[in-house]
């Protein structure tokens, strides 16, 4: 049976932890890990972070969209802002690549999806804004310690 729910919010930066424990809390229910729900909430954190600091440049009456499904043991999510977009998201996924070198920016949030999810697709480009989708696949097996 597939689940699904969605997300409007403002591009404020206190949004972000509210993004994270709402998509973390729908996730609960196929009873992920606790490192799985970490990365799970990691990943909204980077995406909903890049949309307000790189897609509005801190602009806070802009609207990000959250939407998440669950079909068996795979969530699907997708985080969209109406921003800047990106202009070449080869070189934006590259390790350590910032367009704001300024704000001391990491340029490791792109990288940090790849690695916690199984599937991460970017479509952007210049005043397009951004659309991340995220796939993760969980074990169906858990090992129970009786």
Do not use: W
Request: hydrophobic share 35%.
């Amino acid at each position: 049976m597939k689940n699904s729910m969605q997300l409007e919010f403002s591009s404020i930066s206190a949004n972000e932890s509210f993004a994270r424990v709402t998509v973390a809390a729908f996730v609960a229910q196929i009873d992920p890990t606790m490192d799985e729900l970490t990365e799970i909430k990691t990943v909204v954190s980077e995406a909903v972070t890049n949309s307000i600091i790189h897609g509005y440049d801190n602009q806070t009456d802009q609207k990000i969209y959250i939407a998440c499904s669950i079909d068996e043991e795979q969530v699907e999510l997708t985080i969209r802002d109406e921003g800047v977009g990106i202009e070449n998201v080869d070189e934006a996924i590259q390790p350590l690549y910032t367009s704001k070198p300024e704000l001391e920016r990491s340029g490791m949030g792109f990288t940090i999806m790849e690695n916690f999810m199984d599937k991460v697709e970017i479509t952007s480009g210049p005043n397009e804004g951004t659309t991340i989708k995220l796939i993760k696949n969980f074990s169906k097996s858990k090992t129970l310690c009786n």
